[in-house]
């Protein structure tokens, strides 16, 4: 089959609105990611023990099952349940739940990262948990972590194409629709790949800038 | 629910299904992540340029895809290939590029003077690699190679999408025939979490193993 200019250039605006819907799916997923993120990470750390460990099993569980099913856990049975969500909205809680247990790990070892002296010094100089956090130990455990951060903001960005299992109309799914209605395949899913391709390229210029201004977290 | 036997049948045969694609993918991901790996330090500047432009090309964009690539658009250019099959190298590929960069990372990561003394006795590059630098290589390799186990897991499930009847796939039928969404997705979301949990005990199994004489050295 012959790759057709004309169409697809025809195609592209189609294409375009679907990347619309990605990006905004990836930006919303980051969101809830970092903050559910960050609630798996202090509850795991948690002086209850029964919470630490319910919060680690539950964070090994989702770590271990596919995005895809999840997805169509929150799709198809939460509504059976009582709740019933739009599309995109299942999609980016289910994207930010994903993800959110690898951003607990990045949160806990930056957090880990900071030298006990810090704690101690700063319980030597009597300040309290607030000016410690905020004062001590976040302004060193941050930027380590951002490198991490936006390696995982990438892989989601590359996994959002599940959504349109889930009937997201994103640009996977308008791909699709394009080919199934034109029986051309060779167009929607190449551009679809090069538009996937360039900005994970881009993304990785910035991750190495990322990476030399606040260095790597080391493992 | 009187069914229910039957059903669970259908989705461990998609258990089946899913457990082949995962030995299968893994096995072609190995050995594309040595052979890419490789050629990433290779001496020559064409072979590191292949290496590199493959691991960038399948590392910038997602399985998803690639599988509807190699499914929908390589057949137009005459290369028919069943969904297994095409399920099987969309994997490869993929993880096998992740898998490239972690072969690198440890090869770089045998300190420099470990080289040094191999050219110092005379040892054949192929001598050097396969006594020297591979086993102490390959421990450094085997926690990453078993987080990229569980991810190529995870990632067969997106094969339902392409009609091939695995786990995932098999779920959806039980779902459509039976109208339950609770019992199939909490049966292979528990089954998808005891193979990933066999991974990773598997691979701590395998670490110990390799690891065992080297004390000293590490």
């Given amino acids: 089959m012959e790759w057709d200019w004309d169409f697809a250039w025809s195609i592209m605006p189609t294409l375009l609105a679907g990347f619309r819907i990605t990006l ?3 930006f919303l997923g980051a969101i809830v990611a970092a903050v559910l ?3 798996f990470a202090i509850l795991r750390r948690s002086a209850n023990r029964a919470v630490a460990r319910t919060t680690g099993f539950l964070v090994e569980f989702i770590r271990g099952t596919p995005l895809l099913v999840q997805l169509y856990f929150i799709f198809y049975v939460l509504p059976d349940l009582g709740l019933r969500l739009p599309a995109l909205a299942a999609g980016v809680i289910g994207m930010g739940l994903h993800y959110a ?3 607990a790990e990045v949160y806990r070892g930056g957090i880990e990262a900071v030298p006990r002296g810090q704690w101690e010094a700063a319980k030597a100089t009597n300040l309290t948990t607030r000016q410690t956090w905020l004062h001590v130990v976040l302004p060193q455990a941050v930027p380590p972590m951002i490198p991490a951060m936006a390696n995982y903001l990438l892989a989601m960005f590359k996994e959002t194409p599940l959504l349109s299992a889930i009937t997201v109309l ?4 308008q791909a699709k629709s394009v080919a199934n209605s034109s029986y051309r395949y060779v167009e929607p899913m190449t551009l679809v790949g090069v538009m996937f391709l360039v900005v994970s390229l881009i993304s990785v210029v910035v991750l190495r800038w990322l990476e030399r201004r606040y260095g790597r977290i080391s493992r | 629910m009187g069914d229910w036997a039957g059903y669970l049948t259908l989705i461990l045969q998609g258990a089946w299904v899913t457990v082949e694609l995962t030995l299968m993918g893994s096995a072609l991901a190995l050995v594309v992540a040595f052979i890419a790996g490789l050629g990433r330090i290779s001496r020559h ?3 590191r340029w292949l290496a590199t ?5 399948f590392r910038g964009t997602s399985i998803f895809v690639q599988l509807f690539w190699i499914y929908f658009v390589l057949p137009m250019t005459g290369a028919e290939l069943t969904p297994m099959q095409a399920g099987v190298m969309a994997l490869g590929l993929n993880v096998g590029a992740y898998g490239a960069e972690v072969v690198r990372g440890a090869i770089l990561a045998v300190p420099r003077d470990q080289h040094e003394a191999c050219v110092a006795v005379n040892l054949t590059r192929f001598q050097r690699m396969r006594h020297v630098i591979m086993p102490q290589a390959l421990p450094l390799m085997l926690p990453t190679f078993g987080n990229n186990a569980i991810e190529l897991l995870k990632a067969t499930s997106v094969v339902s999408l392409i009609s091939l009847s695995d786990m995932t796939f098999q779920a959806q039928v ?3 025939q039976t109208g339950s969404t609770l019992m199939p997705f909490v049966t292979i979301l528990l089954l998808y979490f005891a193979m990933s949990s066999a991974i990773s005990f598997g691979m701590r199994r395998l670490e110990r193993r390799v690891t065992r004489g080297l004390d000293g050295v590490r």
């Fill in chain 1, 37 to 39: 993120g960050l609630v």
């Fill in chain 2, 174 to 176: 039980v779902r459509s």
């Fill in chain 2, 53 to 57: 432009g493959y691991i960038e090309f």
């Fill in chain 2, 45 to 47: 500047a064409w072979i």
């Fill in chain 1, 24 to 26: 905004v799916a990836t």
């Fill in chain 1, 170 to 173: 994103e640009l996977m799914n």
């Fill in chain 1, 101 to 103: 247990t690898y951003a």
